[in-house]
């Protein structure tokens, strides 16, 4: 069984929390940051926690994934995703990985702020890993062994001035601006008998109550446990750090052809980008100031349940 932990504010402190339906029953000690909460807890421990009790309507969630840690990415690891940017998923032979500025964490029903020089404003659901304890050489991960390196699972979503990314070829700017990554609400713990279960999880993700992307975590490209290997041969990692796993199909991005991609390589910068920008001005999907943009991630069964993310597009101030 999955175990449902919560970080939030109550009463001007911030404590973990086992959440179960509309209740709170808080996890005593005091964990600063999401690495000494995931050294810390045991899961036996926490399944048999009973009262005291919070009501949920009395406190503040906060992002599960505290600012200290690392925010990794891949991108482009769903099949589909990768036809309809004109990539051949059996070719592929590479993992695309970027990071995100820790600075971008906020809260899963946070607001998202569209700054002012971004037109082309995305979306990118995606399951998050939390680690479980560090990685600091070359390791090997398998199925068998996921588990000791993985603690649990949130979701993530992965905003992107496209207008930034692609143009100026920056993934971190693009995709770090303050509320770009909201994290959560809930950080699912998983274990040996669990963790399969990263391996058929369902992604849905609507704006204004239309669904934009829906996909099943069988369609990953790399599992989680090749990316860890190979990441492990380039990185440290600690415990709490956070690796997003890849978007499904269905961004507002409008991604050409192969064959148009290689005409635009021979055209002159200046034009190659007014020519994308007039193409993804008539993206009706990129989101707009009042948006509601709501994600979830759960089993088929409801077994698994990461909760649902809720965040509003607000201006710049």
Known sequence: MTV???RYQYQEAVYWGVIRGDAITPVPGDYVTTQEFI???DLAELRALSDPVVALSDVRLLSPITRNQQFVCQGANYRQHMIESGMDPDAKDFNMIFTKAQSCIVPADSDVIKPRIVDFLDYEIELGL???KGIH???TVNENNLYEYVAGIVIVNDYSARDIQIPEMQFYKGKSFRTFGPVGPYLT???KDTIGAIKDLKLRLTVNGDVR???STANLVFSPAETLTELSEV???LPGDLLATGTPAGCALAIPSPVKQRIAALLPESTKWKLFKKVQSKRSQYLK???LVEASIRSADGSVDLGVQRNRIVDED
Do not use: A, R, T
């Open 4 to 6: 449902n932990v919560v």
């Open 39 to 41: 050294e810390q807890i």
């Open 130 to 132: 939390v680690l479980k």
């Open 137 to 139: 050489s070359p390791i």
């Open 189 to 191: 713990l998983l274990d």
């Open 213 to 215: 992307q829906q996909d």
């Open 235 to 237: 990185q440290d990692f």
């Open 289 to 291: 100031v009042g948006d």
